[in-house]
């Protein structure tokens, strides 16, 4: 009798020693499977995302660079401030390497967005929305300035990891 008692409660705690792995093991699987589709969903937003510069303009004084950039993707981007913006340039004493900050001051730089920015055409849907199609003209407010004649490179490169890059000539 003395077993038997000892056996129902050995099995007892096994049993609740199952349920409560089998029920951990469950609650990992399902955490990976989140992961596993989010990782998915990023990765397939990154495949959909292509910018193609189209235009690059350096004023004479080599301080203000404009560049233009295509969404020739499928996804829709925003948040301009979680953007990066690097410029490597010549300045004229050194080569300048640097990542700018969006705003509108000096070593900074600002995002419109149109429809067709060669003729000037606006964005008319969903302001702030960079859609398939449009183009953002990206303004860097440099210092120092780029030197004349000068080869550089400018980068852009969006919060899910696309970038966008074309080598200029001042």
Not at 109 to 117: G, H, K, M, P
């Amino acid at each position: 009798m003395e077993t038997a008692i000892t056996a129902l409660i050995i099995i007892g705690v096994m049993m609740l020693a199952i349920l409560g792995l089998s029920d951990r093991a469950l609650s990992a699987q399902a955490a990976l499977t989140d992961a596993s589709l989010a990782l998915q969903e990023r990765e397939g937003e990154r495949v959909r995302t292509i910018l193609t510069p189209t235009n690059v303009a350096v004023d004479p004084t080599g301080e203000i660079l404009q560049v233009t950039v295509r969404n020739s993707g499928a996804t829709r981007l925003a948040d301009f401030a979680r953007w990066d913006v690097i410029v490597e340039y010549a300045d004229g004493v050194t080569t300048q390497v640097r990542w700018f900050p969006y705003g509108t001051q000096v070593n900074e730089w600002t995002a419109e967005i149109y429809q067709d920015a060669g003729a000037s055409v606006p964005e008319v849907f969903d302001p702030n929305l960079l859609n398939p199609g449009e183009d953002l003209l990206v303004t860097v407010n440099l210092s120092p300035a780029i030197a004349a004649g000068s080869t550089n490179r400018f980068t852009l490169v969006t919060p899910n990891g696309v970038a966008a890059a074309v080598t200029f000539t001042h």
